[in-house]
């Protein structure tokens, strides 16, 4: 994470700067200045304070401009599977709205203050990425405190907005079961198939395979760092019927095998 200032802001503006995709997840908190936030082939100004949530592989492009000269966003950049589960569920909820302008109150200093605590725990010699993650959890929850208050409720979405919300629902429920397939989604939602991988095409441009995958991959990582159960009990609890075969998936997914990847994160912590 970093907090983007009225130099920043001049940097990006003397630079080119082209509507990009990230391999993470973003989350920026504008505190002074303004942003103009090109994303979902749409583009406004937003006026701080404000929040914005830029899930992983969504086109977008940001233009940070001072007001009354100053200039102040916090920049939050992580991978889904830190948070596992919360990221999955901040796709329903953003993906449809990506901005809110809310009120500078002292509801939103706090979410300020949420940010300057984890900026102090990642400059420490020895950070923790636990405090970091309880930390960032917070943070969503008194976000979403804060878009319940601006953003239309779910019953004015689009379709396509309803049913992915509601698969990501389904999904969350039913991730680890290995004796259900995309049939059994589309089923709970009442349609085909073939239409509900268009939703999630549409949507997050992946099929409801790669979405189940994913999710299981995500927890995986999430037990490999966070628990002491074996590899072979992991794969089982994820639906997968031995270890070699989560291993092969997990590996052509992150590059790494499961042991190595749990070496990582415990150098990390």
């Not at 983007?4 to 200045?33: C, M, Q, S, T, Y």
């Not at 303004?34 to 404000?50: C, G, R, V």
């Not at 420490?124 to 878009?147: C, G, H, W, Y």
């Amino acid at each position: 994470m970093y907090m983007l200032d009225e130099e920043g802001a001049a940097r990006i503006a003397d630079k080119p700067n082209e509507p990009h995709v990230h391999e993470f997840e973003e989350l920026i908190v504008g505190v002074e200045g303004d942003l103009e936030h090109l994303i979902d082939f749409k583009s406004a100004i937003y006026k701080a304070p404000y929040v914005s949530f830029i899930s992983k592989g969504k086109m977008h492009r940001v233009k940070p401009t001072l007001r009354n000269g100053k200039c102040k966003i916090w920049v939050l950049r992580f991978s889904s599977d830190f948070i596992p589960g919360t990221a999955f569920r901040l796709y329903s909820q953003y993906h449809d709205v990506a901005n809110i302008e809310v009120e500078n109150d002292d509801y939103f200093k706090r979410i300020v203050f949420l940010c300057e605590m984890m900026d102090a725990e990642m400059k420490q010699a020895n950070p923790s990425l636990n405090v970091v993650r309880d930390l960032l959890k917070a943070l969503f929850t008194m976000i979403e405190v804060e878009r319940e208050k601006y953003v239309e409720s779910p019953t004015n979405f689009s379709s396509q907005n309803t049913t992915f919300k509601n698969f990501l629902t389904i999904l969350e429920e039913n991730f680890r079961r290995s004796d259900i397939g995309v049939e059994f989604y589309a089923e709970k939602l009442f349609m085909s198939s073939r239409n509900l991988n268009l939703v999630c095409q549409n949507i997050i441009n992946m099929s409801v395979s790669e979405l189940i995958e994913t999710r299981r991959i995500t927890e995986g990582k999430n037990l490999l760092a966070y628990s002491d159960k074996s590899i072979s009990e992991i794969g089982y609890e994820l639906g997968y019927n031995d270890k070699s075969c989560f291993t092969s998936v997990f590996k052509k997914k992150n590059g790494v095998t499961p042991s190595a990847f749990r070496i990582q994160m415990k150098a990390l912590n």
